[in-house]
C-alpha cells in the first residue's frame, strides 16, 4: 500500500536576493496560472518558462490526486522532481536537490543555470533522514509564493506493508476534540476463551451422559474426565496470563504518562449486564471471578510504582452530553435519542472520566 508524507519548507520572501525573489514570485505564479491549463489536458509549452515545468506536471499528474485533493483542485502549484544526497550520491540536476550533507536545498527551474539554494533547519533535515530511514522515497516537490512567502512541500512516498494486527484495538473518539483526544485501548479477547469454555460445556454434557448410564469409570469415561479438567486448567492460565499481561501493560502506560489511574467502578453494574447475558451464564461467572482478580492485581502494582489511583462509577448507559438514559443499538453503539449523541458503549465511561474535574 503506497503512502505519503509531506514536508513544508516555508521561507519569507525578504529573505531572498532581489533577483532571487524576483524569479520566484514571477515563474512560480506563472506556473500556478498554467497548471490550471495543465490539469485540463492543454498542452501549453510557455515561452521563457523552463519546459521542465510542463514535463513534471505531466509525469505526475494522474499521481497528484495522492496528494491532496481539494487543495489540488483549488490552487495547482510547480511540480519537481527531487533528488536527495545522503553520503555522496550525485547531483543529478532534478528540479529540488536535498544535500544532506550541507543541510542545503536546491532550487532549480526558476533562475536561469542555477539554483536557489534554501538552508534546512535541524528539524526540517532530520523530518527527511527519519523518513529515508523509513524506506520512504521522495516522491516529487510542489513550490508556490503567497504575498510574503515561498513554499515548498515535499513528498515522500513509501510502500508500507500492513503489520499484522494483535488482539488489541485502539479505539480513537473523534467527536470530542473540544475536550482533547479520547483512546482507549482494548483487547480482543473474548474469542479464544469462549472457544475453550464451549469445549468444557461440550465435553462436561458428554461426560454427563456417560455417568447417567454408569459409563464414566470406563478408559474412555476416565479419558474424557482428564480432558476436562486440562481444558479448564487451560482456560484458567489463559485468563491468568489475559489478566497479567494487561496489568502491566496499563501499569507501563501510566508511568510513561506519569499519569493518574481512573478505575471504572462498575462491578456491579457489568456483573448485572453479563449475567444477563443468557448463552454465557457459566462464562460470565467466570468473567467475574477474574475481574475481580484483575482490579486486585493491577491496584497492587500501581501501590508498588506509587501510581495514584481512583475508583470511580462511570457510567455507560447514560449520555454523557446531556445525562439522558442511552439506547444500545447492534454492535455495542450506544445512541441518544434526546441530544443525538453516539459511541461505542466501551468509550461512553471514558468520555465520563473526562467530564471529571
Ligand atoms: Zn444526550
Request: proline share 3%; glycine share 6%; with cysteine.
Given at each position: 500500500m503506497l503512502a505519503h508524507r509531506t514536508l513544508l519548507i516555508k521561507r519569507p520572501l525578504r529573505t531572498f536576493t532581489n533577483e532571487e525573489r524576483e524569479a520566484l514570485v514571477k515563474v512560480l505564479t506563472r506556473a500556478d496560472a498554467l497548471g490550471n491549463l495543465w490539469a485540463r489536458g492543454f498542452e501549453v509549452w510557455p515561452i521563457g518558462l523552463d519546459s521542465r515545468f510542463a514535463d513534471k506536471f505531466n509525469y505526475f499528474k494522474s499521481e497528484l490526486r495522492l496528494v491532496n485533493v481539494k487543495r489540488w483542485l483549488a490552487r495547482v502549484h510547480a511540480i519537481f522532481?527531487?533528488?536527495?544526497?545522503?553520503?555522496?550520491?550525485?547531483?543529478?540536476?532534478?528540479?529540488?536537490?536535498?544535500?544532506?550533507?550541507?543541510?542545503?536545498?536546491?532550487l532549480r527551474w526558476v533562475i536561469k543555470r542555477r539554483a536557489i539554494v534554501i538552508s534546512l533547519t535541524e528539524s526540517e533535515a532530520k523530518y527527511i533522514r527519519d523518513r529515508l530511514s523509513e524506506g520512504g522515497k521522495p516522491k516529487l516537490a510542489r513550490a508556490w509564493v503567497d504575498d510574503e512567502?515561498?513554499?515548498?512541500?515535499?513528498?515522500?512516498?513509501?510502500?508500507?506493508?500492513?503489520?499484522?494486527?494483535?488482539?488489541?484495538?485502539?479505539?480513537?473518539?473523534?467527536?470530542?476534540?473540544?475536550?482533547?483526544?479520547?483512546?482507549?485501548?482494548?483487547?480482543?479477547?473474548?474469542?479464544?476463551?469462549?472457544?475453550?469454555?464451549?469445549?468444557?460445556?461440550?465435553?462436561?454434557?458428554?461426560?454427563?451422559?456417560?455417568?447417567?448410564?454408569?459409563?464414566?469409570?470406563?478408559?474412555?469415561?476416565?479419558?474424557?474426565?482428564?480432558?476436562?479438567?486440562?481444558?479448564?486448567?487451560?482456560?484458567?492460565?489463559?485468563?491468568?496470563?489475559?489478566?497479567?499481561?494487561?496489568?502491566?501493560?496499563?501499569?507501563?502506560?501510566?508511568?510513561?504518562?506519569r499519569a493518574k489511574v481512573i478505575i471504572d467502578d462498575i462491578i456491579e453494574e457489568s456483573r448485572r449486564e453479563l449475567?444477563?447475558?443468557?448463552?454465557?451464564?457459566?462464562?460470565?461467572?467466570?468473567?467475574?471471578?477474574?475481574?475481580?482478580?484483575?482490579?486486585?492485581?493491577?491496584?497492587?502494582?500501581?501501590?508498588?510504582?506509587?501510581?495514584?489511583?481512583?475508583?470511580?462509577?462511570?457510567?455507560?448507559?447514560?449520555?454523557?452530553?446531556?445525562?439522558?438514559?442511552?439506547t444500545q443499538l447492534p454492535g455495542r453503539i450506544m445512541i441518544c435519542s434526546k441530544c443525538g449523541f453516539k459511541a461505542d458503549r466501551d468509550l461512553v465511561p471514558i468520555l465520563w472520566a473526562i467530564k471529571q474535574p
Open positions: 522532481n527531487v533528488g536527495v544526497r545522503l553520503d555522496n550520491e550525485r547531483d543529478m540536476g532534478q528540479g529540488v536537490f536535498i544535500d544532506l550533507t550541507r543541510n542545503a536545498l536546491r512567502h515561498l513554499f515548498i512541500a515535499i513528498t515522500f512516498e513509501r510502500d508500507a506493508e500492513q503489520i499484522t494486527p494483535s488482539n488489541y484495538r485502539l479505539v480513537i473518539d473523534v467527536n470530542s476534540w473540544k475536550n482533547g483526544i479520547v483512546y482507549a485501548i482494548v483487547k480482543d479477547s473474548t474469542r479464544n476463551l469462549e472457544r475453550l469454555y464451549n469445549h468444557v460445556t461440550k465435553l462436561e454434557r458428554k461426560y454427563g451422559a456417560l455417568r447417567r448410564l454408569g459409563l464414566h469409570k470406563t478408559p474412555y469415561g476416565r479419558r474424557l474426565w482428564r480432558e476436562i479438567k486440562a481444558t479448564k486448567r487451560r482456560l484458567y492460565a489463559y485468563l491468568r496470563d489475559y489478566a497479567q499481561k494487561a496489568v502491566s501493560i496499563l501499569v507501563k502506560q501510566a508511568l510513561n504518562l449475567m444477563e447475558e443468557k448463552p454465557l451464564n457459566g462464562l460470565a461467572k467466570v468473567y467475574m471471578l477474574y475481574l475481580r482478580r484483575f482490579v486486585k492485581l493491577l491496584t497492587n502494582q500501581l501501590r508498588w510504582y506509587g501510581i495514584p489511583y481512583e475508583f470511580k462509577r462511570l457510567p455507560s448507559t447514560t449520555c454523557p452530553i446531556c445525562g439522558s438514559e442511552l
